[in-house]
């Protein structure tokens, strides 16, 4: 018994020593167009309302303006004690609370279930962000997610791609999002790229245009980004148009039933930035287009045979 309490004490210790290693989340940080409540115990009447202006101060009753932007909560009531007991030396009790957090606002456009403006009381990733709008919109492009921040030296862009995690297969997007930035998340029917950042994907797919691509990708999964082939499509015959290192470009035509129907990776080459890919349409051989124009003519001469017959009888 006290070997095993004995265990169990190391096991306790050594639990309470990796929670102490955790390092403390970041207080919040108040900022412009958040709403305080302040409360004031032994002057109830300076109990009120205040909204931290652009330039990041709030006008207090008696003290004037005092700039808060940038101060934890705790340090916003220990500064504002300080004021008000120059006003009333009986004034010990101060408290700040965070009504409406307006400082912290990130903008999500596109195709996303609700789109506008949330506001967080801590930094939100990503995925958080996109679960508050209420997730992606079938239509999304989980691939080309883009995040525009500005800063002083203006707006820089960030394209995430999340199709992975949304597919099931990946981790989710830890990327912290900071208040003012802007998340863009397009339709798969978007030209999310420029021709030489993305694959050109044209004929028989049902949604032709330019998609973005970062890293060598399996031909299908581009195909898939369009949308797929439709019907008419025939796999046998992907023509693949390579940029190859010297700037030269080559063809080559790709048979993906031999990825399909017997997993051969020679029918699901990997795709590069800058590559086009046209998918060929199905082209029945001569009795396929032969046989629906004579069955059409055979059935119209039956028709006009049973018409005349009916006259002369």
């Known amino acids: 018994m006290r070997v095993r309490w004995g265990v169990l004490t190391v ?23 958040d709403v305080l409540q302040l409360n004031v115990l032994q002057q109830p009447g300076l109990d009120r309302e205040l909204q931290i202006r652009p330039d990041g101060t709030a006008v207090i009753p008696t003290v004037g303006e005092i700039e808060l932007a940038g101060l934890s909560v705790t340090a916003a009531e220990q500064l504002l004690t300080q004021k008000l007991r120059l006003y009333d030396r009986n004034i010990r009790d101060v408290s700040v609370t965070v009504v409406q957090y307006n400082a912290l606002r990130i903008y999500v456009l596109g195709a996303v279930a609700q789109p506008g403006h949330y506001t967080f009381d801590a930094e939100p990733t990503l995925w958080g962000v996109l679960r508050e709008a209420g997730g992606l919109a079938p239509e999304a492009n989980a691939a080309a997610i883009r995040i525009i921040s500005t800063g002083d030296a203006g707006p820089t862009t960030t394209q995430v791609d999340i199709s992975a995690f949304v597919a099931g297969t990946g981790a989710p997007p830890s990327t ?4 003012g930035d802007t998340v863009v998340v397009p339709s798969v029917g978007e030209a999310a790229a420029a021709p030489d950042a993305g694959v050109q994907v044209f004929g028989s797919v049902a949604r032709p245009g330019v998609y973005p691509v970062n890293e060598p990708t399996p031909l299908l999964s581009v195909l898939m980004l369009a ?7 025939d796999l046998s015959k992907a023509w693949w148009i390579h940029r190859l290192p010297s700037g030269r470009y080559e063809s080559n035509l790709v048979d993906m039933k031999l990825f399909l129907e017997a997993g051969d990776p020679i029918g699901n ?3 590069h930035p800058g590559d086009t890919v046209r ?16 069955l059409g003519t055979l059935t119209t ?8 017959d009916r006259v002369q009888n």
């Open 11 to 33: 096991l306790l210790l050594a639990l309470a020593g990796a929670a102490a290693a955790q390092p403390a989340p970041e207080p919040y940080r108040i900022g412009p167009g």
């Open 176 to 179: 912290a999002l900071k208040a």
């Open 227 to 233: 949308g797929a082939p439709i019907r008419e499509g």
């Open 269 to 271: 080459p990997l795709v």
């Open 279 to 294: 998918l060929a349409y199905d082209s029945p051989g001569f009795w396929g287009r032969a046989f629906p124009i004579m």
């Open 301 to 308: 001469a039956a028709t006009l045979f049973l018409a005349i």
